[in-house]
């Protein structure tokens, strides 16, 4: 397995790592980024890779914090009883996606004249990656989150998030301001590599990175 490594001091340049440029990012927020790649026979492969060699790299580098998986409801929901009785996690497991070895699942839910929106978050082991490998390559409104205390996490996920990094830019700069880490699947179904790229402080990413 060889994990290829890329990393910015600020991806709101023109950098190698991702472009978010045209989005530009709220206040005076700094912007490091890193891509974890790796080239495997499978997608799911070369990402169940990736995902244990940043999970271990989180308890070396960062001991104080935890991870999590957010996931979102791709769009508006009809506002029904059924729905809200599924909510997130109900509707996942009916769709065959479930994250095990995990623990203190959330969710909270958003209405409008749309509908509703359901965002949740889950705590996560080593033994829930394979798990969190197929659950992210089927939903595209995830991130993973490494994060210190509750409360953060609690609060971040309250930004709300669509699962595109141009157009999450408030999550990406609460994540940034709590010295959390916020990591998104890089590579579409006919990429040969796939994994992560990472997204926080500069200075906090490269430590990370070294």
């Given at each position: ?60 580098k ?6 999590w ?13 059924i ?23 959330s ?95 500069p ?8």
């Open positions: 397995m060889t994990i290829k490594l890329s990393f910015s001091e600020n991806i709101l340049d023109i950098n190698d790592v991702i472009n978010v440029r045209s989005y530009g990012a709220p206040g005076s927020c700094e912007l490091g980024g890193a891509t974890w790649l790796e080239a495997g026979v499978a997608p799911y492969d070369s990402l169940l890779a990736v995902l244990r060699f940043i999970y271990r790299l989180v308890q070396r960062l001991p104080r914090h935890r991870m998986v957010l996931i979102a409801s791709p769009a508006w929901q009809p506002d029904t009883r729905t809200r009785y599924h909510k997130l996690w109900g509707a996942l497991k009916a769709r065959g996606i479930e994250i095990s070895h995990a623990c203190e699942a969710e909270y839910v958003v209405a409008s004249n749309e509908g509703v929106k359901f965002f949740g978050s889950i705590c996560i082991s080593e033994l829930s990656l394979p798990s969190v490998a197929k659950a992210l390559l089927a939903e595209k409104s995830a991130y993973i989150l490494s994060c210190s205390g509750q409360s953060t996490m609690e609060q971040l996920v309250e930004t709300g998030w669509r699962g595109e990094l141009g157009h999450d830019m408030a999550l990406i700069e609460s994540v940034t301001k709590s010295d959390s880490l916020l990591f998104k699947v890089l590579g579409e179904f006919d990429d040969r590599e796939r994994g992560l790229v990472g997204i926080g402080k200075n906090l990413l490269r430590d990370f990175c070294n």
